[in-house]
């Protein structure tokens, strides 16, 4: 019987929520970054925008997503902490 009021558990679950904002974010700022990118682009192929900022901008969308996976990495690491406080972490190796 798993304790929910468990100091263990109470943590797992702020982790949690805090990577899944986090997650949200991350997925806003590559949308950002691609408008960026898309904007930079096509000031380039226009010949108004120089090509250090359309690399600059390429370069801020590749952090954008890198970003992206580590938190997404978090947000499962997360996961598994609240599975570990609920007990369920056997059930994962028995599937």
């Not at 558990?9 to 691609?34: F, G, H, M, P, T």
């Not at 997503?65 to 990495?73: D, E, P, T």
Request: proline share 1%; net charge negative; hydrophobic share 40%.
């Amino acid at each position: 019987m798993v304790d929910y009021f468990s100091k263990e558990y109470a943590d797992a679950i702020i982790q949690y929520n805090n990577s899944y904002s986090a997650v949200i974010r991350q997925e806003e700022n590559i949308k950002l970054a691609e408008e960026t990118y898309d904007v930079t682009l096509q000031g380039y192929r226009q010949q108004v925008v120089p090509l250090s900022d359309l690399l600059m901008s390429e370069s801020g969308l590749t952090e954008a997503r890198l970003s992206y996976y580590n938190v997404l990495m978090q947000l499962k690491n997360a996961e598994l902490g609240v599975r570990k406080a609920k007990g369920e972490l056997s059930l994962l190796i028995e599937n």
